[in-house]
């Protein structure tokens, strides 16, 4: 072992707290707005509502025996604010990030957009989970899930895999 901590081979997680405020209505240009009503109730009020959202960023990896680190702090503070903080802050997720324009922005989406943004700012394969928090009772975990669709016979059902990235 040297100065810096653990030897080579050992990983570790390391994870990092950002809040951010944005509003946003969840409505589905696929369907009636009857249906939107009825699907997202009060959430699809068409002046919109807002959250504080709170986002767990975590990467993997394993630690360099040099500086002990999975990977720096500033650095990773830096990709969060790029990829989280400049373009979701204080927006209207749906009138104000080009993402939404087409795509219901729900939690589940809102992740899914954090985890592809990102993506253009880390090394591959140090993202390991990115947890939304939308209130303190609604949570989105995603860690780069990717259904695969397979389809056995033309008169089958489809049937969807999960995948990891």
């Known amino acids: 072992m040297n100065g810096a901590g653990l030897g080579p081979g050992w990983w570790a997680r390391v994870s990092r707290l ?14 009636s707005n009857e249906e ?3 699907l997202f109730g009060k959430c699809n009020n068409p002046n ?15 630690v ?15 990709y969060i604010e790029e990829a ?7 927006k209207n997720l749906d009138l104000g990030v080009p993402y939404f324009a087409d795509i219901v922005s729900t939690t589940e ?26 209130t303190d009772n609604n ?4 860690k780069g899930e990717q259904l695969l669709e397979i389809s056995f ?8 895999i999960p995948l990891s990235n």
Do not use: C
């Open 153 to 160: 016979h033309p008169y089958l059902k489809k049937i969807f």
């Open 84 to 90: 989280i903080m400049k373009p979701l802050d204080h």
């Open 18 to 31: 950002v809040s951010f405020s944005a509003s946003h209505r969840l409505h589905s240009k696929s369907l």
């Open 64 to 78: 360099d025996p040099v500086t002990g680190m999975v990977m720096n702090l500033t650095d990773l503070k830096e």
């Open 109 to 134: 989406n809102v992740a899914v957009y954090i985890w592809e943004n990102l993506q253009k700012f880390l090394p591959v394969g140090v993202l390991y989970k990115v947890k939304v928090y939308e």
């Open 139 to 142: 949570i989105v975990v995603y």
């Open 48 to 62: 919109g509502h807002g959250h504080n959202y709170k986002v767990v960023v975590t990467v993997h990896g394993e």
């Open 36 to 38: 939107n009503l009825k």
